[in-house]
Each structure stands twice: as structure tokens, then as C-alpha cells.
């Protein structure tokens, strides 16, 4: 085997791949000199060299031959063109990390073959600024070591929970398409401000520091959110009256129906 000159390559080099990697470098896990990226455009390479300090190739071979541990940050479209290109320069002692949507650890595993050490990750898109929620599951031939490796990489740009497999499609449903449900609740907030009466970028300005500051209590108290909105919500008042209006329209039974059916497609785009 020969000795790596990268701890940590990547397959793909968009806003995912970057922004793990700079939360690598911000907390001190990895040096610049230590990443390496592979991605076939050119401004990408140009931008993340150049920011960055990283080694940057057109090719993933090259990365994969050189690197340590792979994180593959592919399309799921692309799952396996990227596995055909790399398979031929891996070794056994690679290991791979995957962010890759829908994808299994298994049909990773099959399509490099036998004894390949996998560990599958679901992030979200607020890894883009640190606040990442991330879900991870083991394959059958990583270890204990592979899983801190790569909870101590997702860590750094967010919070990470241990899931078996069988639960990354909730994973997902949850924390992965989460974001966009909160930014959809945003948008319905300051649609119904404006038709009651507020300036569009009055509306838009409180719904959104709404949601900032609600998530900072969140994460910031012991409380549960059950107890934050109990705590907020005077007898006879305004809130009050707000909240038995989504009850009534059944506004829990809407989100546990939503997430069951992106657990449903999930399941259905799995490979």
C-alpha cells in the first residue's frame, strides 16, 4: 500500500463538499495541505485552490489514489459513474464516507466490492453556515474508528445523531428536508402578515428574525419546544388564539403526514 499524501478527498466539490471543508479546516481537524478535491469544473477548482489552499484535480482517480478517506458528494444521478471512476485506484484501507441522497451503504459496497469499509451520512444545507443537523449510519464492514472519524468531520459544522440505516429515510425526511418546511412556514407567515395589512419587508424581516430567534431559544434552553410554546402562550391571549386555530385545522396531523410521505419516496428512490 502506498502512503497517502491526503487524510481526506473528495468526489465532488460544490457547496456541500466546500463547506465541510471548511468546517474541517475551522475546527482544527484538517489542514489545507491535507484535502484534496476532485470536481470537473474548472472555476470550482479555481475558487476552492484558490480560498481555500486546496489540492484540486479534474480527476477522482487521482484524488482517490491519493487520499486516505474518500467523501463521495455526488449527485445522486452520478452515484455510479463517480463509483466506476474511483474503483480501479482504491485500495482496501480507503475509507469511504458518503453524502450521497437515496444511496445505501450496501449498493456502495457492491459496486466496489467485498470488505469495502462505508459509512453513509445524511447533512442538511445549514452545514453551509455551521448549523448543520446530520444524521450517520455504519456499513457492515466500517468500524468504530470509521464512525468517529466521521462524526468528528460532521460534528464540526453542526450536530450529528447515530441512526441504523434502516432510519436514514426518516433521517432525511426530518433533518434533510427539513430546512425547506421551516422556510415554507416562513413564507406562509409573511404572505399572511401582508395580506393583514404589513409592508412586504416589514413582513419579511420580522418572520425571518422570528425564526432565527426561535431557533437560538431552542438550542439555547433546557426546555423542550412543548414547554417554549406553553411558555409563550398566554390563557385567553393573541397566541392562544392562533394555536387552537392550527389544531383545529389539524396542523400536526399535516407535518406527520408530510414527513411519512417524503419517508415514502425516499424509499422509493433508495438504491
Known amino acids: 500500500m502506498n502512503e497517502k499524501m491526503y487524510k481526506l478527498g473528495f468526489i465532488g466539490g460544490g457547496n456541500m ?7 474541517g479546516i475551522s475546527a482544527g481537524l484538517f489542514k489545507p495541505t491535507e484535502l484534496f478535491i476532485a470536481d470537473p469544473s474548472a472555476p470550482r477548482r479555481e475558487l476552492l485552490a484558490g480560498e481555500l489552499g486546496i489540492a484540486v484535480s479534474a480527476e477522482s482517480a487521482e484524488v482517490v489514489g491519493q487520499s486516505e ?11 455510479e459513474e463517480a463509483l466506476q471512476q474511483i474503483k480501479p485506484a482504491l485500495d482496501p484501507s480507503t475509507l469511504i464516507i458518503s453524502i450521497v441522497a437515496a444511496v445505501s451503504t450496501g449498493f456502495i459496497e457492491k ?11 445524511m447533512p442538511n444545507t445549514p452545514v453551509l453556515v455551521g448549523a448543520g443537523a446530520s444524521g450517520i449510519c455504519q456499513g457492515s464492514a466500517a468500524t468504530g474508528v470509521d464512525m468517529r472519524f466521521a462524526v468528528s468531520i460532521f460534528g ?9 440505516e434502516s432510519l436514514m429515510d426518516v ?7 427539513g430546512p425547506a418546511y421551516v422556510f415554507y412556514l416562513a413564507e406562509a407567515m409573511t404572505a ?3 395580506s393583514l395589512g404589513l409592508p412586504p419587508a416589514d413582513a ?34 393573541f397566541t392562544e388564539a392562533a394555536i387552537n386555530t392550527m389544531a383545529s385545522q389539524r396542523f400536526a396531523d399535516i407535518i406527520a403526514a408530510a414527513l411519512a410521505a ?6 422509493e428512490l433508495s438504491r
Not at 467485498?114 to 451520512?121: C, K
Not at 464540526?156 to 441504523?164: D, I, S
Open 69 to 79: 478517506s474518500i467523501l463521495l458528494a455526488v449527485k445522486p444521478q452520478k452515484i
Open 171 to 177: 433521517v432525511t425526511s426530518l433533518s434533510g428536508s
Open 111 to 121: 459496486q466496489l466490492g467485498p470488505g469495502v469499509r462505508v459509512v453513509r451520512v
Open 192 to 194: 399572511a402578515a401582508v
Open 156 to 164: 464540526a459544522c453542526g450536530t450529528v445523531a447515530t441512526v441504523p
Open 17 to 23: 463538499a466546500e463547506a465541510i471543508a471548511r468546517g
Open 262 to 267: 417524503a419517508v415514502k419516496r425516499g424509499s
Open 204 to 237: 419579511q424581516l420580522l418572520a425571518r428574525q422570528t425564526m432565527i430567534g426561535a431557533g437560538r431559544l431552542l438550542e439555547e434552553s433546557e426546555d423542550s419546544a412543548s414547554e417554549l410554546r406553553r411558555k409563550v402562550t398566554s390563557p385567553g391571549g
